[in-house]
């Protein structure tokens, strides 16, 4: 793999520059970046680098929809009560979508203090 092949997917995946900043800065037009492309290596350095982004991303994903659902069950027992309503149903709505999508594997519980907490929101 050429220098500037490296350089350019280095540059490719450094979130401060566009695409079209990353072609400018090689000086690639898309037929040699095709041409590049083509070559084994750098295909799979390419391959290499998506997998490694995909996995990075999937990890910052799954933290955030964790402290969304911990946010969100903390709005359950809330002393608002509208608030607290709108919480219960988003985390029954959620609960019911999990369940969907995992028929086989059983959706999460919640503690027994917030059960209480939606029962007694519901019933009102």
Request: negative net charge; charged residues 30%.
């Amino acid at each position: 793999m050429s220098k500037k092949m490296e350089s350019f997917i280095a540059e490719l995946f450094d979130p401060a520059l566009s695409f079209e900043e990353v072609i400018e800065n090689n000086q690639l037009s898309i037929k040699a970046l095709d041409k590049q492309l083509k070559n084994q290596s750098c295909r799979e350095e390419m391959q290499s680098r998506i997998e490694t982004v995909n996995l990075l991303s999937k990890a910052v994903l799954a933290k955030a929809g964790l402290t969304a659902a911990e946010k969100l069950a903390g709005l359950a027992c809330c002393d608002k009560e509208e608030t607290a309503r709108k919480a219960c149903i988003d985390i029954m709505q959620l609960r019911k979508e999990l369940a969907q999508s995992r028929q086989d594997a059983s959706a999460p519980s919640l503690s027994e203090e917030k059960k209480a907490k939606l029962l007694e929101i519901l019933a009102e």
